[in-house]
């Protein structure tokens, strides 16, 4: 910035003042020098501006890169001149010695704040219970310590909107935010110590401010600047109160991140509570199990791969034992997660309700599907399911099948595995295409086993797929077992092949005994 005249003539002044200052404080050595010179010349010394000089032998009084002031006599001779730049030296080398003194002082008080600040910052975020409370009590810090009339932090995050906070007096909002987008659109702070300063650096309007200290901060984690207006002590705002600004705006960022990371940790935290009481809850609308009928063993599982599935299986028995009829479903709810759970539980209470009085299983999947319609194409989903109904004593099984993976029969007769194909599409997928019953009658030995992809698409770490030839295969070798025990060696298989489950896997086992 160029200085105009009445700025120099200011600055000549003060300059003056400053050595006539130091003699003063120094009234011993002046008298020493001044008696030296007046033996050699009979003249006085005077101390004179340095912007217009009267006397006839001058010396500046120049030190630390500053003329202060020039030292003057009315007369003397050239062997004198060299005295006289001696004594205007001397003084000039001590007020240079001084002022460095004085800017160590002041950046010693700076750190000296600095640190307090820091140690307020951090007892501050252990009472602090909210992200406005916290920038609120840095920021009153900071004026504090700074000496402002008023201050103002403003944060910018991704996907968030701004957000200013300020305290005491401060301009309007648009020059605070003016002042923001200069030091952050450069990456500089500024200072400004008199109105046509800060008009000229912020490029707002605001008459009653007369200084500003405002530093930035531009990190990944978000932008930030920090500023304090209208200095309250002489001078105005130094570098030291730039560099604490910009410990404040770094502050900032640091304490709006570590916000954002505790209001994860509890978002987190609530979701896993919720995730383990939706498990809780799906556990139990499980059934349990089959109820005891002659010439039959039922049993089935599911095992979820998170918190909550999509898979399901259940029956309605309600323990009357008024009929030896077994009626039971299986059935997967494309996609994972709450979603899929939710729509899990809504099939179960629909299935139950259905099975209770069975007639056709298709029809009863027809009604199911009309009821849990809206559901599904709210989340754009559908169900693949198979509804069974079995009669021991004919030992005669009725089904349909909703795009449900194949029944797997082993024939213990011939030895041999057959597939019952699907009978219709998944529930939710068009409900103008009907669901067709099919039948099928056991001979003593025979297994059937339900099963959802879970097991047939269980992945190696080579992305080899369990697969249907291998089920089929695992089924031959096993199937003279009892249910519970070929329950249990499937689930060993897959789990061996595939070590990292990523699908739910529900199996569903019946055997007819003689």
Request: overall charge negative; aromatic content about 6%; glycine content about 8%.
């Amino acid at each position: 910035m160029t200085l105009g005249k009445d700025d120099r003539t200011e600055e000549m002044d003060a300059g003056r003042a400053r050595v006539e200052a130091w003699i003063d404080a120094h009234p011993d050595l002046w008298r020493h020098w001044h008696a030296l010179w007046h033996e050699e010349t009979g003249d006085v010394l005077c101390v004179e501006s340095a912007s217009a000089p009267v006397s006839a032998i001058t010396a500046p009084v120049f030190g630390g890169g500053q003329t202060f002031a020039m030292l003057g006599s009315a007369s003397g001779s050239d062997r004198c001149r060299s005295l006289l730049q001696a004594i205007a030296g001397l003084i000039g080398d001590a007020l240079a010695i001084e002022t460095e003194l004085d800017t160590m002082t002041d950046e010693l008080v700076d750190s000296y704040d600095q640190l307090t600040f820091l140690y307020e910052i951090a007892r501050m975020l252990s009472t602090t219970a909210t992200l406005a409370e916290a920038l609120t009590a840095l920021l009153v810090q900071a004026r504090h310590i700074i000496g402002a009339n008023g201050g103002a932090l403003v944060i910018e995050q991704a996907e968030k909107p701004v957000v200013i906070l300020t305290d005491g007096a401060v301009p309007d909002r648009d020059f605070v935010t003016a002042a923001h987008r200069v030091v952050t659109g450069t990456g500089r702070p500024l200072v400004a110590n008199d109105a046509a300063a800060v008009r000229g650096t912020v490029g707002a309007r605001s008459d009653a401010t007369t200084s500003i200290v405002v530093a930035p901060i531009v990190t990944p984690q978000g932008v930030a600047s920090a500023a304090c207006f209208g200095a309250t002590k002489p001078g105005g705002f130094t570098a030291g109160n730039r560099k604490l600004m910009q410990a404040v705006a770094e502050q900032t960022i640091a304490i709006a991140g570590q916000f954002a990371l505790q209001e994860e940790q509890i978002r987190r935290s609530r979701l896993a509570r919720d995730l383990e009481l939706a498990a809780q809850i799906q556990t139990a609308l499980l059934p349990g199990a089959f109820p005891a009928r002659p010439h039959v063993s039922v049993v089935a599982t599911m095992v979820p791969a998170n918190e909550v599935g999509g898979d399901f299986y259940t029956h309605p028995d309600d323990g009357t034992g008024q009929s030896d009829v077994l009626a039971f479903a299986i059935g997967d709810v494309a996609g994972k997660g709450v979603a899929a759970a939710l729509i899990t539980t809504v099939c179960l209470g629909a299935m139950r309700a259905e099975m209770r009085h069975v007639a056709s299983p298709a029809q009863a999947l027809q009604s199911v599907q009309g009821f849990i319609q809206d559901e599904l194409s709210r989340i754009d989903s559908f169900v693949t399911c198979i509804l069974a109904t079995y009669d021991p004593a004919s030992r005669r099984l009725a089904y349909a099948n909703a795009g449900h993976t194949a029944i797997l029969r082993w024939c213990a007769r011939e030895g041999t595995i057959e597939a019952l194909g699907a009978t219709g599409l998944p529930l939710g997928v068009d409900i103008g295409i009907a669901i067709e019953n099919a039948t099928v009658t056991l001979d003593p030995g025979d297994v059937l086993l339900f099963y959802t992809d879970g097991v047939t698409e269980a992945a190696a770490a080579d992305g080899e797929l369990f697969g249907d030839e291998r089920l089929r295969a695992l089924l031959m070798t096993c199937a003279g077992q009892e249910p519970d025990a070929i329950r249990d060696t499937i689930l060993a298989h897959v789990r061996a092949f595939a070590p990292v489950q990523r699908d739910d896997i529900t199996l569903l086992i019946l055997k007819a005994e003689a």
